[in-house]
């Protein structure tokens, strides 16, 4: 792997990439050009080149890339082997959808526990996830090292948990709270799910414009 | 507002910008430079005015912006007081966690309806939002003009519930499906919202490199 700092937004793009080539493998495609990959991405072959650049050497001048490689060399570099896990803080509503619907197994994440307060659900399964009470969580942390928090909590509570998180010692937050946790520099990485910018890029996209052509 | 095409990049920076000038403003910041607004964005002063020179001329040289005046232009142009209004295709958890959690009216959208199959839920309603049967869909969209369909289907009916919308009238989708719904060139904007390019970001973001500093 080549030294030096790979940008955020080539970080961004690795998924996009892992995905774009994980569905090419499936319908069977085994070799691809840069150009033709940029085409379904909305990316430049030079683009493509370049990010890739960032992490070594792939494909062949005038080849092309062999898909099922790339997308496993691509997989290595995301650490969709390093076999992380993670656990789930808060079984609601949104904790419940990604048990159910989320598949952290095909990201390279194992799902090991849910925590949550509601006596009705504590101590029994969702779809095979046990699920402890929240004043279990630094005895589970202690025996059990945990990558990721998944931080479905109320916003009430979302710092405090983030604290007995990092005191726990995972190495990342996936916080869908809404809440700035403001972690800087402990040594915890902290990914925001920004629904409303989303939803706000989508409403910028809908909204007519008089004198200009926004779209693509 | 200038003619010529927005690109991509700051169509997504700019529910930022508007995030960023609402905190400033709720805690009664009046002014900020270009500077320090770029440094609590993690973004450059120069990035910042050359983004917004897509849109006109803001600010005031070596007076900086007014962070309520910015911010309402700023929305303005995400189109947030369009009276958007939105329906939730799909009560299950991830639906209901976006009805009783997301705030659609601070950003500028109406949830008017949410549709489900299950006799259970139809009928009633959900903190405050009446739920349909899906198969009222079609007559409600022909009697209620609607921006938005946010797409919390199972996956095997994400496909054909989105057609609907678009048959409806619909000006985007916001799909949580994980489906590529290959829409194009129908005047209908799709927003996908894949949970798993962020957690996979995380992942590399977690991931220890030998010989390489990745991180910000």
């Given at each position: 792997?080549?030294?030096?700092?790979?940008?955020?937004?080539?970080?961004?793009?690795?998924?996009?990439?892992y995905?774009?080539?994980?569905?090419?493998?499936?319908?069977?495609?085994?070799?691809?050009?840069?150009?033709?990959?940029?085409?379904?991405?909305?990316?430049?072959?030079?683009?493509?080149?370049?990010?890739?650049?960032?992490?070594?050497?792939?494909?062949?001048?005038?080849y092309?890339?062999?898909?099922?490689?790339?997308?496993?060399?691509?997989?290595?570099?995301?650490?969709?082997?390093?076999?992380?896990?993670?656990?789930?803080?808060?079984?609601?509503?949104?904790?419940?959808?990604?048990?159910?619907?989320?598949?952290?197994?095909?990201?390279?994440?194992?799902?090991?526990?849910?925590?949550?307060?509601?006596?009705?659900?504590?101590?029994?399964?969702?779809?095979?996830?046990?699920?402890?009470?929240?004043?279990?969580?630094?005895e589970?942390?202690?025996?059990?090292?945990?990558?990721?928090?998944?931080?479905?909590?109320?916003?009430?509570?979302?710092?405090?948990?983030?604290?007995?998180?990092?005191?726990?010692?995972?190495?990342?937050?996936w916080?869908?709270?809404?809440?700035?946790?403001?972690?800087?520099?402990?040594?915890?990485?902290?990914?925001?799910?920004?629904?409303?910018?989303?939803?706000?890029?989508?409403?910028?996209?809908?909204?007519?414009?008089?004198?200009?052509?926004?779209?693509?």
């Amino acid at each position: 792997m080549k030294k030096g700092k790979v940008s955020n937004a080539v970080i961004r793009r690795l998924p996009r990439y892992y995905g774009q080539l994980d569905s090419l493998y499936q319908v069977g495609v085994v070799r691809i050009s840069s150009s033709a990959l940029g085409k379904a991405m909305n990316l430049t072959a030079s683009q493509i080149r370049q990010d890739l650049s960032c992490f070594g050497e792939f494909g062949q001048q005038g080849y092309g890339y062999n898909v099922e490689s790339l997308r496993d060399e691509i997989a290595e570099i995301l650490g969709m082997n390093q076999g992380h896990t993670a656990i789930i803080l808060g079984a609601g509503n949104l904790g419940r959808a990604l048990i159910h619907n989320f598949q952290f197994s095909q990201n390279g994440f194992r799902l090991t526990a849910a925590f949550d307060t509601d006596p009705a659900i504590v101590g029994k399964s969702i779809a095979g996830v046990p699920v402890y009470s929240i004043d279990q969580l630094d005895e589970y942390l202690a025996g059990h090292p945990t990558s990721v928090g998944v931080l479905t909590v109320p916003q009430t509570v979302a710092l405090t948990t983030a604290q007995r998180l990092i005191a726990g010692g995972v190495k990342g937050i996936w916080n869908f709270t809404n809440i700035e946790l403001g972690i800087r520099d402990e040594g915890v990485v902290v990914e925001n799910v920004h629904f409303a910018d989303s939803l706000l890029a989508l409403s910028y996209l809908i909204t007519p414009r008089s004198s200009e052509n926004s779209e693509e």
